[in-house]
């Protein structure tokens, strides 16, 4: 039975199968009929109890571990859940006015200020906190700098005026001598801060065509490959906080479990993987099965978009199927309005 044909039966099957989900996020223990009985606000027999929740668990709401057991939630019962529950909680959120002043305090810092996010949203939810940008609208060139390595290496910084910072290093046929990266920094700090990086992809080869310089092999490099450079919105970011938050879940202590999320979690493969399925038309959440990767099929994604002038992007949580949703569901909203007010 779809989700949506349960909303219009009878408010047992609403009441009955909210009891059971927030019953089992709480306990992480099959919920009995007389568990039900006791956390519902109306008074059903323990018979009709079991008759719903054997018709929850035909539909595939519920399932049953063992036959004698209680009962625990399907993914189609989390989806039902967070689709019909109420998140608001303003006591809730009350609870953070002293993280989002400490936000705000690193606001002209975006790379601080987005993995304090990462740290803090983890925190609180006490689940693995990531938060990735997607795209950056007006990213002005504030500062740049090549710094000398060695082996014919030579390191391109960029600052951004809303506070990015990249840095690229670039693997060269020949040593350049220290005068000559000194001479081309202070050409390129003349010739491109104050533009947005996507002027100076277009326009940098007419702005560096008059310079007796121009021909160095490291001014050509930096043009041949201006749009991989100096660019952010094409090296999508990605800010996350330790994995170890994990073990505190029950789900995760069991190291076979663990390990199978581990490599889901790696920085490359998460911003990917969120980037792939997490578009515009997509659902902020996902929900054990809906995330079409078995590494995360026993784990809930829940997201919250942010977008501001300088840039857009998400901030999420990944954690199992029993989490708390209420509480997760504020802790992103609220953080998502501390970054756009922010940034």
Sequence with gaps: ????????????????????????????????????????????????IRNVMSSLEKDGFLKQIHKSGGRIPTDLAYRFY????????????????????????????????????????????????????????????????????NDCRVMLVLATENGLVKSIVLDLDIKIATKYIDSITYLLKDRLTGLSLNDIQNTIT?????????????????????FSYFSISNNKLIYTSPINVLLDQPEFQNITNLQQILPALEKTYLNGYLNNHFDTSSDYDLI????????????????????????????????????????????????????QDAI
């Design 1 to 48: 039975m779809s989700i949506q044909k349960y909303k219009k039966l009878d408010k047992r099957f609403s009441i009955i199968l909210t009891a059971i989900v927030e019953g089992y996020i709480n306990t992480c223990s099959p919920i009995s009929s007389k568990f039900v009985q006791n956390n519902i606000s109306i008074s059903i027999s323990s018979a009709t």
């Design 82 to 149: 967070i689709n019909t529950i109420n998140t608001a909680s303003s006591s809730f959120v009350g609870k953070l006015a002293n993280l989002e002043d400490e936000l705000k305090t690193i606001s002209s810092n975006v790379d601080e200020l987005l993995n304090a996010t990462a740290l803090m949203v983890s925190r609180l939810s006490n689940m693995f906190g990531v938060v990735t940008i997607t795209d950056y609208h007006n990213s002005i060139l504030k500062d740049i700098e090549l710094v000398e390595l």
């Design 206 to 226: 007419d702005r560096l065509n008059d310079t007796l310089i121009f021909n160095h092999e490291l001014v050509q490099i930096l043009i041949n490959e201006r």
């Design 288 to 339: 054990g099965r809906e995330n079409k990767d078995k590494m995360f099929k026993d784990c809930a994604i829940l997201t919250s978009k942010f977008q501001t002038n300088a840039m857009s992007g998400r901030i999420g949580i990944i954690g199992p199927k029993r989490l708390n949703y209420i509480n997760v569901k504020n802790i992103l909203n609220t953080f998502k309005k501390v970054v």
